[in-house]
T-cell receptor
Framework: GAVVSQHPSRVICKSGTSVKIECRSL??????MFWYRQFPKQSLMLMAT?????????EQGVEKDKFLINHASLTLSTLTVTSAHPEDSSFYIC????????FGPGTRLTVL | AQKITQTQPGMFVQEKEAVTLDCTYD???????LFWYKQPSSGEMIFLIY??????QNATEGRYSLNFQKARKSANLVISASQLGDSAMYFC?????????????FGTGTSLTVIP
């Protein structure tokens, strides 16, 4: 199946710093990528839909100024958590569309 | 109303036995797709099986089969001959419409534990 990578897989940062997470489709081009957040033992929560060449579409309740999404190419979308706080600690998963939805391996963010 | 409902927070099954994980869905769109994903402790979402709303036969993929009952709006996952490596979270998901770029709706998941 199609491969989606995420980098980094784990990141620990201090409160107030910004963290960038990359999502890449390795063997296909994806005009649409999704960003999810998952708290422990809970389901995936869709944060935003990332469209190549245009602004991301954010779900209700997700702060667009805090979670900056850039989809600059057909194989790369980035999520930047700005001024991270401990409550932003979570598991972030991206996915890319290629006939169906393929998920990246996730990024575990811990904000101290 | 919830688009996807998984009523079993946790399930246990004996190794080599079969297990059914329940999933019901709610949509008024005649075209939709139903998916099951496995999420082991590593966190990666692994695609297992897909069923389209117009598919006449139940989907099967190796030891996984989907018991699709359209009138009841259920899409239960059946895992046959359970293995220890099947222990994981399992999520049912739905995509409404025929556009592959439409968002997925996920259920709350079922934690499956396979007992040796």
């Amino acid at each position: 199946g199609a491969v989606v990578s995420q980098h980094p897989s784990r990141v620990i940062c201090k409160s107030g710093t910004s963290v960038k997470i990359e999502c890449r489709s390795l063997d296909f081009q994806a005009t649409t990528m999704f960003w999810y957040r998952q708290f422990p033992k809970q389901s995936l929560m869709l944060m935003a839909t990332s469209n190549e060449g245009s602004k991301a579409t954010y779900e209700q309740g997700v702060e667009k100024d805090k979670f900056l999404i850039n989809h600059a190419s057909l194989t790369l979308s980035t999520l930047t958590v700005t001024s991270a706080h401990p409550e932003d600690s979570s598991f972030y998963i991206c996915s890319a569309i290629y006939h169906t939805q393929y998920f990246g391996p996730g990024t575990r963010l811990t904000v101290l | 109303a919830q688009k996807i409902t998984q009523t079993q927070p946790g399930m246990f099954v004996q190794e080599k036995e079969a297990v059914t994980l329940d999933c019901t869905y709610d949509t008024s769109d005649p075209s939709y797709g139903l998916f099951w994903y496995k999420q082991p402790s590593s966190g990666e979402m692994i695609f297992l099986i897909y069923q389209g709303s117009y598919d006449q036969q139940n989907a099967t993929e190796g030891r996984y089969s989907l018991n699709f009952q359209k009138a009841r709006k259920s899409a239960n996952l059946v895992i046959s001959a359970s293995q220890l490596g099947d222990s994981a979270m399992y999520f049912c998901a739905m995509r409404e419409g025929s556009n592959t770029g439409n968002q997925f709706y996920f259920g709350t998941g079922t934690s499956l534990t396979v007992i040796p």
